[in-house]
Every structure is written in C-alpha cells, then in structure tokens.
C-alpha cells in the first residue's frame, strides 16, 4: 500500500482544484508508472500527459466521466495497456504502462505472436508526468530505472533496444496505414462502379483493384478471420515486423547482429512494395480519375485516416 498522498495531504489539498501528489521510480519491466491525484470536485475530463528528458510527449490519454476503463491486463506476453484517467471527486489514479505508442492498426487485424498496438518500452531515464483539469496543469517528475537484478547490461544498451523497437513500430505501421489505404481505394472503386455502366471505366477498376489487392496481400495476411488461422495461412510483413520487436524486446539487453540484419531485410522489402504502390497511384489511380471526372463522378481520395490502437 502507497501511504504518502496520505502524508502529502492537507487541508490545502481539498480546496484546491487539483493536486498531484509526488510519484515513486519506476523500474522497467513488469511495473508501471504510478500517479496520483487529488480532485476536489469531480470534472468531465482529465488529460494525463507523459514527457521526456528532452521535453517531448511521449503519451498523451483523456478521460472523461461517461467512458471509463480501468488498466487492463492481457494474459498473453503479460502485456499491460494504458487506461485513460479516471475524473472522480477525491484520489484517483493513473498507471502508465512505461511503454510508447502502438503501431497503426485496422479493424479486424490478427497478428500471430506479436502485440503491434502495444508501442516500444520505454528506455531508463527522467520523465514528467503532467495532469490537466479545467486549463489547470500540474507537473511531476519521476525515473525508470534498470531492473537492479541485471546484469552485463548498461543503459546503453536498453536505448539501443528502444531505438530499434521504435524504428520497427514504425515500419509496421507503413504496412497497416498501406493497407488501409488500399481498402479504402477499393471501397471507393467499388461505389463508383455501382453508379456507372462505362466499360472503360469498369476495366480500369477492375486492373487496378488486382493491383493493389496484390499488395495488399503482400503485406497483410487477408486469409485470418480468427487468432489460430495464421496456423494455416503464412504470416506476411506487417507481422513479421511485429514478431521482430517482440523477439527484440524479449528481455532487457542490446539488440543482437542478428534482429539489425532481419530489420534492414524486411525494411527493403517493405520499401519495394510501398514504391510500387506509389506508382500504381500516380499512374493507374490518376488514369481512371480522369475517366470519372468525364463522367460527372466524383474522383477516388488516396488520403486515408490512420486508426491507432
């Protein structure tokens, strides 16, 4: 039991709108960033904000009184995700799960041996936690550091693990917002063809659909419909990325030769397929614009809204 909001309380503390008590270090791991704070009435929202050394956010999560979710635990890889802050009258409290943002995700999406939507462990270091109510912030400062029980590992060589987890997050959410966008195009493609008889057009559609359906599933396995399909149907590479970060995040300790190599491996072919989609669009996608634009239908929108978990 954490006795000090207790000890830091005051008569002060309930007049005030907002107090946020001093929080305790937190060790990377299995733990999570603990803050708590005082409302003296209950509010519609609070924004709970997590800051690097260098001052950068690192999470940022609002609460409001009508959805509320406690931090939920995932029994596989005993992952922890963030829930948002609660906004009730009197002591409350916020965990962080000392982890940055997840990979863009999609509706639907199945991933074998891999949690995407959950983003790179944070490395050691000094961060700030910021809590917002009513345009009153208050800001406290606090540490993640090392499990003492290593050994053999520096600092160093958890920013390493962090750099690279990152990077990979970052490639698998260029697969995902991919995906995304092809099947928003196709979605698109779809409705114009149900408002329009012109061969040309039809025949432009259906070329283009197949072209970007082959990329599609390049990079998205479109056979899972359930968490045990990807027994039977292979993985492809927005999860085997995942799969990467979640070998290299096995343990605390330096990325081996190994996982830079299978990195800088599947980053060239993700970029082959990212460029042929370029292409496609810049081609293909502006060719039978121009034939829908002839006939008074509105053109396909490449612009896509990223979805992040």
Known sequence: DDYDPLREYS???SKEPLTVFEPHDAVRGEETAIIQYF???EVDSVQAEIYDSKGNLVVSIV????????TEIHPWYRTRTTGPP????????????LRYPGATMFEGIIIWSGRPQNGPKAPPGKYEARITVNGVTESKK???KMDPRLKGVTERDLKEQFQLASKIRNKTS???EAVIQIRDI???INDRLNKTKDRRINKLSKELIANLTEIEEALYQTKNESGQDPLNFPIRLNNRFASLRRSVETGDAKPTNGAYKVFEELSIELKAHLDSLDKILANSLNILNDQ??????DPISSMINKTIN
């Open 11 to 13: 008569d002060r503390t």
């Open 39 to 41: 409302l003296s009435d």
């Open 63 to 70: 609460g409001d009184s009508i959805a509320q979710k406690p």
């Open 86 to 97: 609660t906004t009730a009258k009197g002591l409350n409290r916020w965990e962080w799960n």
């Open 142 to 144: 606090f540490e993640i």
């Open 174 to 176: 260029s697969a995902n």
């Open 186 to 188: 196709r979605g698109q």
């Open 292 to 297: 829908l634009i002839g006939k008074r239908l």
